[in-house]
Structure formats: C-alpha cells, structure tokens
C-alpha cells in the first residue's frame, strides 16, 4: 500500500495568469454523426488537449488563463485566433508565415460522433503543423512568468508532435518551477502520433523525461502503462468503472517518479456511443478519492477527458477539499459532453448544482 505523503500541493495564492498552457491548437472538422466519407458538410471546432483546459478554465470557471502555442497568418489561423479570444484565454503565439501552398498550417483533426453501435472516428492532417515546429527559445518565459503564474500545464499530444516539442515542455517546466508555479500534464497518449517519433519505447523516454518535472498527472491505466511504462496490476476489475486498477498502478507510479503530488483520471464505462457510464478517481498525497458515478446521454464525448481536467484543478487552484476537487472535475467534465465541440458551454453555477447532485429538470 502506498504510504500517505507529506509533501502537498502548495498553489500560489495569487499571480497575472492563474492557468498557462503550452501546447499546439487545432481545429476540427465535425459532420456530426454522419461518416466523413458520407459528409457533405462539417462544423468546425477550435481545440487542443492543452488549449481546451485553458479555454474551459476561463469561460466556466471564470479564472485568467492563457495559452503559449504555433500561430499562422492565414485565414485558418484568423478563425482559431478568433475563437481563442472568444473564450477569454489570453495568447501568447509564436507566428509562422503561411507560404500560400503548402504551409506551415495549424493542424486540422477530423473526427465525426458516431451513433449508437457505430463508434466515432479520429484521424488528422498534421502535415507541416506549425506547432511541430516550436522549439526551446521560442518563448521568453522569464517575461512570461515575470508577474507571477500559479499553474502551468502541458500534455502528452504536445510532446508527441516532433523531436523539439518535448524538450520545449521540459524548457517551459523548468521556467514555470523557477517562478514557484504548481506544475501539471497530462499523458494524453496517442499512438498514432508516437508512431512517427519512434514508437512506443521513445514515448516511455521522453515523457519519463517531462514528468521529473510535474506535481499533478492525469492519465489512465493505459497512459500510465504505454506513456510511462509501468506494468499493470494483477487485478482483476469488476467494471470499467472500478477503480481498483488504477490505485492498484499507483505505487509504480510514485516508485518511478517519487515528488508527484497528485494522479487523476476518469473512468468511463462505454455501452454504446452515445450511452456512457462516467466517474473520476485520485490519488492526492497518499489518499483515494473516488467519485459519484452517472449514466450519461452523450452529445459530443471529444474532449470529456479535458472537461475533467479543467474542473479537478479549478477546485484545487480554488483551495477546495480534494473530494470537493474531485467532484467539480467529474460534474464539469460530464456536462462537456452534452454540448458540441471539444470546450465547455457550461456554467459554473450549473457545475456546482450537479457536483451536489443536481439533476435535468428544467429550470424555470
């Protein structure tokens, strides 16, 4: 058993930005649940497992946050600046000039929503993304953290993207421990996206590399076992939704990488597509904490995981109990799958009312 901790999670009090992120910002093409060889017309959706925290943080949560990522002048770049601004996250780009042929371009996710049986599918064009394309000293962190940031964030989609993202993560880590802020990310593993770089055994290297670094994780069974490679637990779960599994890999966690403070993550118990079963668990300083679960009517599951992430550290940044914590992270995050697109349409005041046990009824 894991002994209980003494090092805490200390969250600055106050700073210009109480949330950055570094990561790439994408957008995705949604035909909803219509297959994309089938489609004849799509929604499009600003997003990024790193920006979506950001994003969710200030327009629920009300918190100031930013993001440091790839901006490109064309008109693709004038759409995702656009909506950045809209969510209230405060930019901090890095500009590439588009070429008027082949680039550098943000990159763009295409990803409809199945149905019922029919699973949704995820496939990209990142072709010359720009965001592959940062490197250390790309950012002036010393000016950045100059006036004080209390959480910096990045993922393991990020750091997946090319040979100098990761060691930029590690550059902006270093900066962020500097300036005293609690650091967090999340493994987010994609295989496709490892592929490229060198496979599954390059990913357990370069994000054991980036995690020395961090106080909070957040990642599934299957994050910590491919992006960190601990063996999983000789246990055998009575549902997608025991959590047994993940506290049982906790110890090979904390045995490999001993100062993190926090691991979280959802579990989700997949009837059909559109029909989830949902709960979140963390381990916080040695105790487990696990949530409510519920059935939920999915409207959109992408960016779920993000909706959670988002919620859980608003509810640390906020000093509120872990369990408090936990569940605004398991509320907002199920509340972000009932709207389209990849960040949050909910209020905090709706997030509060559920994480108590709220309930559909309509509001009058």
């Known amino acids: 058993m894991t002994n209980p901790r003494t090092n805490t999670l200390d969250v600055p009090s106050k700073g210009a930005l109480d949330f950055l992120s570094l990561g790439a910002v994408v957008h995705r093409l949604d035909p909803g649940v219509v297959p994309f060889r089938k489609a004849h017309q799509c929604e499009i959706h600003v997003s990024g497992g790193e920006y979506n925290v950001a994003a969710n943080l200030a327009d629920c949560f009300r918190l100031k946050t930013g993001i440091a990522t790839a901006m490109v002048n064309y008109p693709i770049g004038e759409l995702v600046a656009g909506r ?3 969510m209230g996250v405060a930019p901090i780009y890095k500009w590439f000039k588009h070429d008027g042929v082949t680039g550098p371009n943000i990159a763009t996710v295409y990803s409809d929503r199945g149905h019922g049986v029919r699973p949704p599918v995820v496939f990209y064009n990142r072709a010359n993304e720009a965001a592959a394309q940062l490197k250390p000293g790309d950012f002036d962190w010393a000016s950045i953290f100059r006036d ?11 750091s997946a993207l090319s040979d100098t993202t990761s060691e930029l993560i590690i550059e902006g880590m270093q900066a962020a421990k500097a300036a005293g802020a609690v650091i967090s990310f999340d493994l987010n593993f994609r295989e496709k996206l490892w592929r490229r770089i060198g496979g599954p055994a390059r990913a357990v290297e370069v994000i054991n590399r980036i995690v020395k670094h961090v ?23 009575k549902s997608k939704l025991d959590p047994a599994n993940f506290f049982a890999m906790i110890d090979r966690v904390i045995d490999k990488q001993p100062h993190i403070k926090v691991v979280a993550t959802t579990l989700r118990e997949v009837y059909s597509a559109t029909r989830h079963c949902w ?22 599951r992408v960016g779920g995981g993000d909706g959670f992430a988002s ?7 906020a000093g509120e109990s872990p369990e408090a914590a936990l569940k605004l992270g398991w ?6 799958t009932t709207f389209p697109g990849d960040t949050t349409m909910a209020t905090l005041e709706e997030v509060r009312a559920f994480a108590k046990g709220g309930s559909a009824r309509i509001q009058r």
């Not at 599934?220 to 779960?237: C, I, M, R």
């Not at 919620?311 to 940044?317: C, H, I, R, S």
């Open 84 to 86: 950045v601004k809209a």
């Open 148 to 158: 004080g940031v209390r959480w910096f964030h990045s993922g393991g989609i990020f």
């Open 215 to 237: 106080d909070v994780l957040v990642g599934n069974e299957e994050d910590l076992q491919k992006g960190l490679g601990v063996g999983g637990p000789e246990v055998s779960a």
């Open 279 to 300: 709960g979140a668990v963390a381990w916080i300083g040695g105790d487990q904490h696990v949530s409510l679960t519920c059935d939920l009517d999915v409207h959109d």
């Open 311 to 317: 919620g859980f550290f608003y509810g640390l940044l």
């Open 331 to 336: 509320a907002h995050g199920a509340l972000l």
